[in-house]
């Protein structure tokens, strides 16, 4: 019990570390976390790291996957759902076949042993991709189709892989069956994450309070996963769903107080869940060279880029035809110039990055089928797997900027975002109006007192003032940056105050705590400002 809590610190202080020279060297921290794991995994007199699949399936995916369906916006994945499911449904099923179809007549193996393969290698993952794009600000549409189908894809793979492994153990298959199957999981699934939303989100304004509130949000995901996960789904749908239910409810049954808090927490919190799994793949390199010793390495090297070159090519071949061909029936990168559309098209074939969920379902694979005989090829699935994670998340992942750049689209959402930004403005400027109007409202109502009035509707004529500034010249928005910058030194000379009656005794802890916690929303508060310009 004393080494694997060594072990995890040590790996947390390598997550630090790792982090903050890839935030130097602006790489995706996952790429240099993969390749660190596989140097420490090679290093003699290291410990052997394993990851036990069912850890990922079961702890880990479910957060992540619920914490990045509550940040994606229902309206854009409503109105980018076909092509989300095209992607996510579509491409996956193609994929899947095309990988099988290369490991069965370039490299020999039976069809269900390829079709086992395809489905493991067919999801892209969305983390590491969706870093780079969201720098280097692309349109929103690309992010969000992108996005969607990194939420989706493993649904589809995974339902796929356990048809796979069935048929392998079993020794048949029925594709009637099968089909059946898929839809009835789909639709249960999906009434399911609405179920466990809608009562989540009641129960949580039930108890309010920000701690039990958060508890109960961390166990979210594992009541929606778990379920259908043990009655033969994947899972992984249902968590969806109810992620984007709270995306979507969330705002009117949630206290402020629980999501600042909240935010920073689950933000901490799939930070460190990203960065071990990241390492961790790459620690698993000890435990596969272990499993092909039998193999030559000229053969390895083969088989891992015919499967590589396969999965790359099969998502360029979906993606183009359809975005060409098909874009009136499903609504895929509609754009108005032909020349955008191609490289819209060029970049969501480019990013099929593969992840954490492949290297799972991997070694998930059962070590025996069901007449108890070694499942066939399991050690080269392994490898595989692995080979196509490492092409595709190191070599893809650190072409993607090279890519963006070349294609014109780096900057390309610049024009949508100052677009956000006037929405933005106007909604802030419909907001304080309507409380100003409803502020007048209740005054007549209650015949409340001016003194009391006063200051509230200063106060907000002040923000309106602000908000007019902020969307004027040149001229005015360098009154408001040296407003800011005046209201920053006000704020560190009143801390500095606070902290030096604190030191004197002449303050207890509780309530400098309490005045630092609110002059650091202050300050929060305009340097989100500041990031929004």
Known sequence: MLQTVETLIFLLFVIAAVSAVAQRLKIPPAILLVLTGVVLALTPGLPPVELAPE????????????AAAVAMSWQEFRSNLPSISLLAVGCVVFT????????????????????????????????????????????????????GEGLANDATALILYRFAVAAISFGSFSFGHAVGTFILIVIGEICWGIGVGWLILRLRRWVDGPRTEILLSILTPFIAYWPPEYLGGSGVLATVVTGLYFSWNGLRLISSATRLQGIFFWDFFIYIIEGLVFLITGLQARTLMAGIS????????????????????????????????????????????????????????????????SLAAALAIPMTTANGQPFPDRDLILFLTFAVILVTLVGQGLLLPLVIRLLGLANAGRRERYADQVEEAHARHKAVETALARLDQVTTERHLPEEVVAPLRSRHRERLRRLVDRDGDQRQKKRVALNDELENLMIETERNSVNDLYRNGKLKDE???????????RQAHLANQRQEE
């Open 55 to 66: 850890i990922v399936l079961l702890l880990v995916l479910p957060p992540v996957i619920y």
């Open 96 to 147: 899947t076949i095309a990988a099988a179809a290369a490991a069965h007549l370039l490299l020999g193996l039976p069809w269900p042993v390829g079709f086992a393969l395809g489905a493991i290698v067919s999801p892209p993952d969305a983390v590491a991709p969706l870093a780079i794009l969201r720098r280097l600000r692309l349109p929103r549409r690309l992010i969000v189709v992108l996005e």
């Open 294 to 357: 039998l193999y030559s390495i000229h053969d390895l090297v083969i088989s891992a880029a015919v499967v590589s070159f396969a999965v790359i090519g099969a998502r360029f071949i979906w993606v183009f035809p359809i975005a060409y061909f098909q874009r009136w029936l499903f609504g895929l990168f509609r754009h108005r110039k032909e020349e955008s559309r191609w490289r819209g098209s060029f970049l969501i074939a480019f990013t099929g990055i593969r992840g954490i969920v």
């Open 511 to 521: 309530a400098r705590r309490k005045i630092e916690r609110d002059l650091d929303l």
